[in-house]
């Protein structure tokens, strides 16, 4: 790869591009000779008196439509003075400009950039002279100048020397956090062989909140933890914070992923009794998934369903699922809202919590009692769901505002819930993994003989 990355720009307004790229950062870049852009006049190829670069477009129509013969003219004779050209068309018609393809044309030495104006160029450029097409939006421009720009800078600024910091890239929204060192999911729960490997991808997310100076402007202040000087914490809290800004602002972004894992739902004791105890039996079982009763006896040949784990505490309940799964449990809240308050679903909040731990979900405890309960001890839920009544996960609901912007993220550590009871919570709780494609369907089991 070349020193210096070279961008070839075919327009019919040249001053436009120039000005661009003499200021800021790119002027720089180019004055050290990291970048370099050239623009050629579309005009000085024409043959007419009017060096018209237009014509009435074939069928009729409204508009004109760029001819061919000079932005051949042009990039052949480009290419023999300056050499060969990765040559790009840009045009509302064509596949999305976005950081991958910034990152690909990074790689390149000599990217062309052919501006179109009026109705277009003539396709047969397009098919036969250039090597890929691409646009910045979809909307459309009175001219590709502006997408020229928009393409320079995102790609110039990646390569080496341009930016002050080259950090400056990595942690920026968007930014590729390195697919090739995926997380493998450890297996034991059983996946079917048609689907693979599990894995958890950290995936795209957008830039987290950024403060400076003064720590408290006009009543509102900085996060506390940026001002602590513990860098770990300060990290954790970036990607906990630039997740939970993509799922509100750009969902799309997030990749998904599966549990395979032990699911647990734990209960108290005390609201597993009765009708409760079997509604969340039944809910368990018709789910594929295990239902454990916090501080009943841990004999579990007491026990009132041999179904049901009988433990002391979620310590113990974690010990046993860490002995199983080889992983260390995440243990999550549950509750239910309000009708037309904040829906934090499962999908949002396991990829918020993998995303700042950077590591897959390890087997899931659903705690389903209260936040104060002395039988969490020091087992603090890492987060906490916030479900209707249905637990419907839906990421264009109100909370996408509530989460957008730095103070106003929604601390997903502290309860978000209203009261409920323990099967309505397993019943929600159940229903949004399933919703959320978290929890795969399982064949049923087959019924057991009773004594007549």
Known sequence: MSATLEFEVFTIFPDAIAAFVSAGLMGKAIARELVAVHCTDLRAFT???????????????????????????????????????????LTPSAPRFDQRAAERLARCDRIALLCGRYEGIDDRVREHWVDECLSIG????????????????????????????????????????????????????????????????????LEHPQYTRPASFRGHEVPPVLLGGDHGAVERWRRRAACLRTWALRPDLRPSFDLGDPIVLAVPAEDLEG?????????????GVELARIGGRADRANSSSPEIAQLRDLKQLQRELRARAGREPWIVGVGAVEPGAAVLGPRLILDVLAFERQAAPGPL?????SPDHPRLAKRRP?????????????????????????????????????????????????SALRAGGLLRSRPPEPARETSP
Do not use: C
């Not at 009708?275 to 789910?287: K, N, P, T, V, W």
């Open 138 to 205: 979809d909307f459309v421009l009175n001219g590709g100048e502006v997408a020229a720009a928009v393409i320079i800078e995102a790609v110039a600024r990646l390569r080496e020397g341009v930016l002050g910091n080259p950090a400056s890239v990595t942690g920026e929204s968007f930014a590729a956090h390195d697919d090739d060192t995926d997380v493998e999911v450890d297996d034991r729960a059983g996946v079917e062989s048609s689907q693979g490997d599990r894995r958890w991808r950290p995936g795209v997310v």
């Open 47 to 89: 043959h007419d008196r009017h060096r018209s670069v237009d014509d009435a477009p074939f069928g009729g129509g409204a508009g004109m439509v760029m001819k061919p013969g000079p932005i051949v003219e042009a990039l052949e004779q480009v290419g023999e003075q300056r050499g060969p050209m990765h040559r790009i068309l």
């Open 275 to 287: 009708e409760a105890l079997e509604a969340s039996a039944a809910l368990a079982r018709d789910h």
């Open 382 to 430: 890492l987060a906490w769901l916030a479900l209707s009544e249905l637990g419907a996960e839906d990421p264009a609901s109100a909370h996408r505002l509530r989460l957008a912007l730095g103070s106003g993220l929604i601390d997903i550590s502290q309860p978000q819930a209203a009261p409920a009871g323990a099967a309505s919570l397993a019943r929600a709780a159940l």
């Open 365 to 369: 405890i659903l705690w389903l009692g």
